[in-house]
């Protein structure tokens, strides 16, 4: 794991879904992005696994970078702080379904549901880092902010 920073965007395989994600939006026609379309070309692209049993650090890392990149398009208007194709996304539509997919790996990373090795990977690589407590934080802000906007669009 490559990383600088305990946020999933500060790490390579968090800017791999940035990279995925740019590369998609520049074969859209438009200027909106629907979360289900994206969940799907990820799944398509092997960037989540099969099912929620199939447990891997990648797919935990691709969970948490499209929550972030979500929350922050919430807070900003923006989807990612770069320029590029990420200017051209004006609106992104989160349907229920796909909130509580994200929202289903990041409770399942939260529990420590354990892997077929007996510990969660990114469970356990974070648990040894000196960032620990801030890694813990931010999966809990994740979480809180996804599922505040699944209670939102139940209104």
């Known amino acids: 794991m490559g990383a600088w920073g305990f946020k999933p965007l500060e790490s390579d395989e968090g800017l791999d879904v940035v990279d995925f994600?740019?590369?998609y939006i520049y074969t859209l026609e438009s200027n909106h992005i629907e979360l289900s379309e994206v969940i799907d070309a990820m799944k398509r692209e092997g960037l989540f696994g099969e099912s929620f049993d199939e447990i891997d650090f990648f797919f935990d890392i691709s969970a948490m970078a499209l929550a972030e990149l979500y929350v922050m398009y919430l807070e900003t208007g923006k989807l990612y702080d770069a320029e590029d194709e990420f200017e051209k996304i004006h609106s992104i539509n989160a349907d229920e379904e796909s909130l509580k997919f994200i929202l289903r790996y990041l409770a399942d990373i939260r529990a420590e549901v354990p892997d077929a090795d007996g510990i969660r990977e990114i469970v356990e690589l974070?648990?040894?880092?000196?960032?620990?407590?801030?890694?813990?934080s931010n999966l809990e802000f994740l979480f809180n902010r996804v599922e505040k906007e699944i209670i939102h669009s139940l209104k």
């Open 21 to 23: 994600l740019q590369d």
């Open 126 to 136: 974070w648990r040894e880092s000196e960032c620990w407590v801030e890694w813990k």
